[in-house]
């Protein structure tokens, strides 16, 4: 899960409410506009412009609540990798649901701000977007 950690502007956050692609989706999930117009699961090295605020499954079209994700904004999440030897600055991408970080950097789209921990697998990350 990819949680709001903290607002380092007086940015307040939003739910909207925006149409999905036909999928299951949870609470936490990062997300972005697909080509068709919905919203859909952000993976791998897709950036992401929302965080899911609905668990539910939907039909391509159907309204979900989403929080957009702001530039100042840092959020909380783990990694689903062993990424002890990466730094505060270094870009990971997203995992295959979008929940979570890797350890992998190449192309990545969630920047460290600070490992809340070794970097083993399962650890709590403080990422910005």
Same mark, same amino acid.
């Given at each position: 899960?990819?949680?709001?950690?903290?607002?380092?502007?007086?940015?307040?956050?939003?739910?909207?409410?925006?149409?999905?692609?036909?999928?299951?989706?949870?609470?936490?999930?990062?997300?972005?506009?697909? #080509?068709?117009?919905?919203?859909?699961?952000?993976?791998?090295?897709?950036?992401?412009?929302?965080? #899911?605020?609905?668990?539910?499954?939907?039909?391509?079209?159907? =309204?979900?609540?989403?929080?957009?994700?702001?530039? &100042?904004?840092?959020?909380?999440t783990?990694?689903?990798?062993?990424? #002890?030897?990466?730094?505060?600055?270094?870009?990971?991408?997203?995992?295959?649901?979008? &929940?979570?970080?890797t350890?992998?950097?190449?192309?990545?789209?969630?920047?460290?701000?600070? =490992?809340?921990?070794?970097?083993? #697998?399962?650890?709590?990350?403080?990422? =910005?977007?």
């Amino acid at each position: 899960m990819i949680e709001l950690f903290k607002k380092n502007n007086a940015t307040v956050p939003v739910i909207k409410e925006v149409p999905a692609a036909a999928a299951t989706y949870k609470r936490g999930q990062a997300l972005y506009t697909n #080509s068709d117009g919905n919203v859909a699961l952000a993976t791998g090295t897709v950036v992401p412009e929302f965080i #899911s605020a609905s668990a539910m499954t939907v039909t391509s079209g159907t =309204k979900i609540a989403v929080n957009p994700i702001y530039e &100042d904004m840092e959020y909380i999440t783990k990694f689903i990798a062993d990424a #002890s030897a990466l730094k505060a600055g270094q870009k990971v991408t997203l995992s295959t649901v979008g &929940d979570a970080v890797t350890a992998t950097t190449t192309n990545g789209v969630a920047t460290i701000v600070e =490992k809340l921990g070794s970097g083993a #697998s399962g650890t709590e990350v403080i990422v =910005k977007f």
